[in-house]
């Protein structure tokens, strides 16, 4: 949208940190503000879409949009530090500067969701990318059937959205199944233990007229598509998201391709079907 | 529109443009190695040989700004760069493996996003060709489908004649309007005959079997039979005319710096290595195998041509002597 | 008139190495050799790996045969099957870089079977494969060349080398280097960094650039920067003739790749010129396990600490 109104596509919008939150020992989360109000009112994006994010001096990193399109006047990003320009944006405080460039790619077809079932299969850091998917159906909850939720990390520490995760155990038109493993965790934990897979196989959703997205470790997802399989998912019914290595977001500089599929332009949002038709190149 | 130019008349043209301003880049020796380089004079412009690297970089350059950023307390300001600072360019005794070449980076530069840093220069370039006389054992543009009088990409094209000079015709108005800026240096078509033309001895690959095999063949043991020996530079990406694979870097102090576009390539380990540490191409024939899918295949698939114009560079200057040509004449013999 | 190198001897030295990689191959002695493969291009070779006895016939030597294929066996190059012995053709200026590398611990004497070429010398990396060897078309390196006739192999054919003595282009350069004053010593090396494009096909292969991870490829923190500009040019330049000083043995293939034409190995004679000249040290065909760069003693040159 925003974008090609700029003649310089690789020139980044501005944007103040509004807000850091610390989701997991290595995990943070910026709530950024345009610093163009009129952008601020116009910047629209899809659930699923990701962007290219500036720390100025370091580079650029990809990651997706986490927070919701419903709700405006800020856009939210979750990573964990493990590269230059990830610590770099670590370093960020309130009140500093940092650059977005997108929205990018194509996102979660929501529209064809209306009136199905959800259910949703995340593991660790990989909540991000169906976080905004799932508030954006809060933020409409009437335009859907059943909401499940199930979400795993290796131990209570490293499950990031806390707050949204305890919102959502609240909400009586939510059904959160949350588990750990290997756990070890005080005898506060209210949730499940075990393998994110396993969960969900006990959990059993029903398929009948649901979507199921799945968002995990290649190799959570590799045993997740199986249990959906089995409870009668079709690969047409499971979406996902790939990230790979990129640098333009813009369908360019040629690194993300999986096969003759260009992660930026052609995805993120995948399909189980059209995954399973790609080469193991990611 | 078809002319003729004698020889002194041609380097009085070069002259002329380089005097009014017009930023005229040709084959030139630069320091030992023949570049595509802005001249200072037309004596400089080395017509008998192909440069060492493609003409591709008159529009994306090895490497070049995209923006700058400066700090101060938490704000920071960005100043973009004026696409109008793109001077005028003639690109003049272009090959046409490399003319040919720049429709080819159109379609990348301009599909969806519109990347005015290559566009710009594109659009404010004319491209001269000129036709190719002599080859070596390492060129191949006619095995795929290119000619050495191969008018695509060329506004003007420029054919050397038995006794000198060239015959010109244009093939844009861009072209047209060259001929028209100093249309006293140009003469009707004599009846001179053209130079011999160049005759690669490879044989025209069956572009669409090869690329019937590809598309089944991701996973094959030819691969590692193929690819066993890259060693994993970029010679062949940085010298091939239709590589455009690139890196986005900021370089500069913690407080004020720029932001650069340059020049990567898919042999490089770190192309696609991610910074968990997973690398989906993990290996060498695993990142060869790309090149040869992106050339072949990947491109085709999205832009209906083939990302290879036959120039040879990447044979000439593989350090292990990889071979492009031999590699797709082989898998152009594969059963489908 | 140009001096004709003799080369008459390569056909025989082809069917020598070709009936020892069948043996080796077939007999179990080695799992792999890695040589050279006539290529598509006329004259030209190519390295290839080969398992098969049936193969050996595959292999060459000519004076297209260009590469230093001791690359193959460092951490490196990962794709190189690693069980048992590996069979391996080498020039004499290839075996000093295997030498080098078994010093540094990088390869065991045990696991090589060393297939050793009587070298009369290979063409220079701008002449076309098929051309004839004479002075002119010689590479650069032959021309001062100390180990035509390798030695330690487990196997060299009968034939011996020829080698003319020649003009040395490199203490000729290097000669002429010197005499310039700083200022334009400097001027020479930043026009030749300015032509580097930044494709580290002289990284890639060089037998010493063995590290998992160049420091030039790292970014935590970014030692040098990654654009082919006259600052990231300049300091991989001096980077990569630093960590080669007292461990390059002049195999030059880092000069041959560039496809800019910069004269890499100058800088690696000069750097092992500077450590003859300090150290009384030479990379060559025995294998030390420490170089002067990596090891101290007091009677170390120590004037440079100003």
């Not at chain 2, 100093?182 to 025209?204: D, I, M, R």
């Not at chain 2, 932001?259 to 690398?279: E, L, V």
């Not at chain 3, 990962?78 to 048992?84: A, D, L, Q, S």
Request: proline residues 6%.
């Amino acid at each position: 949208m925003c974008d090609t109104a700029n003649k310089n596509i690789y020139l980044p919008y501005l944007t103040t940190v509004e807000e850091v939150i610390d989701e997991t020992p290595d995990v943070r989360t910026l709530r950024l503000v345009f610093q163009d109000p009129q952008l601020s009112e116009n910047f629209t994006f899809r659930s699923g879409q990701f962007a290219e994010y500036s720390a100025f001096g370091a580079g650029e990193a990809t990651f997706c949009i986490a927070s919701s399109p419903t709700r405006k006047g800020y856009i939210e990003c979750s990573f964990r530090s493990v590269g230059r320009v990830t610590e770099e944006l670590r370093r960020l405080e309130v009140g500093d500067t940092m650059g977005v460039r997108g929205p990018y790619g194509n996102s979660f077809p929501i529209e064809e969701f209306f009136g199905k079932n959800m259910v949703f299969v995340a593991g660790g850091i990989a909540l991000p990318p169906l976080r905004t998917l799932i508030c954006n159906c809060l933020d409409q909850r009437d335009k859907f059937g059943d909401i499940t939720i199930v979400y795993g990390a290796r131990t209570e520490a490293d499950l990031v959205y806390k707050r949204e995760l305890k919102e959502w155990q609240e909400r009586a038109d939510v059904r959160l199944v949350k588990t750990v493993d290997p756990g070890g965790d005080g005898p506060e934990w209210d949730g499940m233990v075990g393998f994110v897979p396993t969960i969900l196989g006990e959990a059993a959703p029903s398929a009948e007229n649901t979507i199921a997205l799945v968002c995990g470790p290649p190799i959570m997802i590799k045993f997740t598509l199986p249990v959906l399989e089995k409870l009668g998912f079709t690969d047409e019914q499971v979406y996902t998201t790939l990230e790979n290595r990129m640098k333009c977001g813009l369908g360019k500089c040629g690194r993300c391709n999986v096969g003759n599929v260009y992660v930026c332009k052609d995805g993120p949002v995948f399909t189980a079907q059209q995954i399973k038709a790609m080469p193991m190149e990611f | 529109m078809q002319k003729y130019i004698s020889q002194q008349n041609f380097t009085a043209l070069l002259d002329a443009l380089i005097k009014q301003g017009t930023r005229v880049v040709a084959p030139k020796l630069n320091a030992g190695t023949v570049l595509y380089e802005p001249l200072a004079a037309a004596g400089e412009m080395v017509a008998d040989q192909l440069p060492r690297r493609s003409g591709k970089e008159a529009f994306f350059p090895l490497c070049e700004e995209i923006m700058s950023y400066e700090k101060t307390g938490q704000q920071v300001a960005l100043t973009d760069i004026d696409p109008a600072r793109f001077p005028e360019t003639v690109l003049i005794g272009v090959r046409p493996c490399d003319a040919a070449a720049i429709p080819v980076l159109d379609a990348v530069f301009s599909w969806d996003y519109k990347d005015e840093f290559f566009l710009e220069r594109r659009r404010k370039t004319t491209v001269v060709g000129l036709a190719c006389t002599t080859a070596d054992d390492a060129c191949f543009c006619t095995a795929v489908g290119i000619s050495p009088a191969e008018t695509r990409g060329s506004d003007l094209f420029l054919s050397p004649l038995v006794g000198g000079g060239y015959r010109c015709e244009s093939y844009s108005d861009k072209g047209e309007a060259l001929i028209n800026s100093h249309s006293a240096l140009f003469a009707e078509p004599s009846g001179a005959e053209a130079l011999p033309l160049a005759e690669p001895q490879t044989e025209k690959f069956d572009l669409k079997k090869v690329k019937a095999w590809l598309d089944e063949h991701f996973e094959d043991p030819a691969w590692d039979s193929i690819a066993t020996r890259c060693v994993g530079c970029g010679a062949c990406a940085f010298v091939c005319p239709a590589c455009h694979c690139f890196d986005i870097v900021d370089e500069g102090t913690e407080k004020k710096g720029k932001r650069r576009k340059s020049w990567d390539a898919c042999g490089f380990w770190k192309f696609t290595h991610h910074a968990s540490g997973h690398n989906p191409r993990d290996q060498q024939p695993k990142r060869y195998r790309n090149r040869i899918m992106h050339k072949f295949k990947y491109y085709d698939d999205k832009f209906g041509q083939t990302l290879c114009t036959g120039c040879g560079r990447c044979i000439r200057l593989c350090p292990v002597g990889i071979d492009i040509a031999a590699i797709v004449e082989e898998i152009s013999k594969k059963e489908v | 008139m140009t001096q004709s190198i003799d080369t008459s001897s390569y056909s025989a030295i082809t069917e020598a190495i070709q009936a020892e990689a069948q043996r080796v191959l077939g007999d179990g002695t080695v799992t792999a050799v890695i040589g050279y493969a006539a290529a598509r291009r006329k004259g030209s070779a190519q390295p290839i790996v080969i398992s098969q006895a049936d193969d050996a016939a595959r292999l060459i030597f000519t004076p297209a045969c260009v590469n230093n294929l001791a690359v193959y066996l460092t951490k490196a190059k990962k794709e190189i099957p690693r069980n048992g012995r590996i069979g391996i053709v080498v020039k004499g200026c290839d075996l000093k870089a295997l030498v080098g590398l078994m010093g540094e611990s990088q390869l065991k004497r045990e696991n090589l079977y060393l297939i050793g070429i009587p070298c009369s010398g290979v063409l220079a990396s701008t002449i076309q494969p098929d051309t004839e060897l004479t002075a002119d078309t010689l590479a650069s390196k032959c021309r001062e060349c100390d180990a035509h006739q390798p030695t330690g192999c487990d196997f060299v054919p009968p034939q011996l080398p020829v080698a003319p003595e020649l003009e040395k282009k490199y203490q000729a350069e290097i000669s002429r280097l010197e005499a310039l004053t700083p200022a334009e010593r400097w001027a020479y090396w930043k026009e030749q960094f300015a032509k580097c494009i930044k494709c580290y096909a002289c990284r890639q292969v060089c037998p010493f650039c063995f590290c998992e991870q160049c420091l030039c490829d790292r970014n935590k923190p970014q030692m040098v920067e990654t654009t082919p500009r006259p600052a990231g040019n300049t300091a991989w330049h001096i980077v990569r003739a630093m960590h080669l000083a007292g461990r390059c043995a002049g195999c030059a293939e880092c000069e041959r790749v560039c496809p800019m034409d910069i004269p890499l190995n100058l800088l690696n004679r000069k750097m092992a010129k500077e450590l003859k000249e300090l150290f009384d040290y030479e990379a060559g065909f025995e294998v030390n396990d420490k170089g002067p760069l990596t090891m101290f003693t007091e009677k170390d040159d120590q004037s440079f600490i100003k």
